[in-house]
Every structure is written in C-alpha cells, then in structure tokens.
C-alpha cells in the first residue's frame, strides 16, 4: 500500500496482486533450533488461480486466518486447515470488503481491516463466525495493517493523504482508551510481535534503504534493529529472540547481530514471496508466494 491513496489502498492493492496472477499460501514445519534450524516440506494449502494472501495462525496453530478475492473482486476473512484439506468461509458482508483478518488476544473472535461502504478503512472486531461486532477505534482512518501487542495496544500503519510513501504512519494505538499515538512515517507494511516483551517491530524507509525497528510499546520508544538486504521486508520473530525475514525469493535469518541465508525459496518453487506468519507455538511457518505455473 506504499505511495497509494484511501480509495486506492488496499482494496486495489488486492485486486492488483491477484490481476498478476495472484497468490497461494504455503505452510511448513520448522525443526530444530538455534543454527540448527530448518524448514520440512512446504505443502500449497490454496492451491487456486486468484488472491490469497495476508495469513495469521488461528491461537491453537491448527488453521489459518486469511484473505481471498473471488472472481467477482469480492474481498473475504477465510479460515484453512495447515493440510489443507478443510476449508470454510467466515465472511460475507453484502458490501463491506475484510481484509487481513487477525485473532484478537482476548479469544473472543478476530480483527480485520474494513473496506466500509464509504471507502473508509477502519479495524474492525468480528466472533468467530465472521459477524461483524464493532469498529475497534472508531476515529482512527485510513488503517491498512496491524498488529495486536496484548490486550489492548495495536500497531497500525495509517495511510497518507494524499499519497507520498514517506507520509504512511505507524500508529500505536489502545483500543481500551481509545489512545492514538504517532511513532514514525515513512513505514512498510509488515509487522511482527517480539515475543517475551510488549514490543513490536516494522520496516522504516529512509530512501532506499530499509531498517528494521523496534517499538517498545510501554514506553513508545522505537530503536534500530538491523538494516534489512534490498527487497526484504516481511519478517516473524522465533522465541529464541532470532528473527526469519523474506526478500527476493529467499529467506534470512538474522541472529546475534548477523543475517545469513536461510532458505532460497526458489529452489523450492516458490517466488514473489509477498507475506509471512508464524504459529504461536513457533512451529510452522506461513509463507506467501505467487501462484505456481501449471
């Protein structure tokens, strides 16, 4: 959604994405640890021509949250098996478009950005069964991506108006007192919780370098982590404080203040890797790639 305006964000952003063929989502085992890691057999669990993107591991780490687009250009939360071999709907609105549907900490359903009626985009709360509940905060628009850190403190990346990229904010926002604050401009889409602590980290552009930062959300204080090798962006953080980051069809792995190859997705079939999640017990990995050619 970089350097695109509200009523062309992420809805058309979407629909871009799948015009070029779309995108399938795969889901691997991560085995071992520490330089020992490594990545099992990745299977396609939506296999289809069209665009499904933007996963989060359901809590239990047994399905998948994620968003399709059906030939009509509709925009739904879907719910997939990491087999794949169980899939159902959990959205329908008649008008409204959901897109990135994520659990919410409490358990009680999950939160996803909403293509309103209007264009308006705000982050919405729905049960389980995809029933729209409540706007989270209500004032706070143009949303495009969050991240929940708790009960009550998201991450959000709110877009420019009009459009320059290095006007795209991150936003921390408590859905409890309703408490906005602006951290940083200029920022990417991918988020990732730090696990153990109340932090968060996102992609900072400062022309056409990326770096990596940290938001650590009781203070609301942001560092540098580490400058990210061109194209990459999309990263998850494993619980031994080491993160796996994706660009240019290859997965790194940063560790003790060094980044090395991972994993050449490539090699695997795999290309234009474009998102990744993580289940909350860290053992398997969700990874977005463009859909593979017959």
Known sequence: ???????????????????????DIWVGELRGSGSALS???LRNVTRRAGYDNQPQFAPDG?????????ADGRADSWRVTVDGRMLSQLTRTAVEQEYSPTPMPDGNGFSAIVVEADSTQRLWAYDWNGVPQRPIVPALKPVGYHVWVGLG????????????RDANALVLMNSQ????????????????????REAFTFVHFHGDTAVLGEVDVRTRGVRRVVVLPRGAEYHVWLADGSAIISGNGVLYRWAEGRLETFVDLRSRGIRDVSRLALSADGT???????????
């Open 177 to 196: 007192t309703e408490r906005v604050d602006t951290l940083a401009r200029g920022i990417g889409r991918a988020f990732a919780r730090v696990p153990g």
């Open 284 to 294: 398997h990995l969700a990874i977005v790639g463009a859909d593979q050619q017959p």
């Open 153 to 164: 403190n998201i991450g959000a990346f709110v877009l420019s108006q009009p459009t320059p």
């Open 62 to 70: 047994r399905a998948l949250l994620f968003t399709r687009i059906e």
């Open 1 to 23: 959604m970089r350097g695109i305006g509200v009523v062309l964000s992420t809805m058309l952003l979407a629909t871009a994405l799948g015009a070029q063929g779309g995108t």
């Open 39 to 41: 990545l099992g057999d």
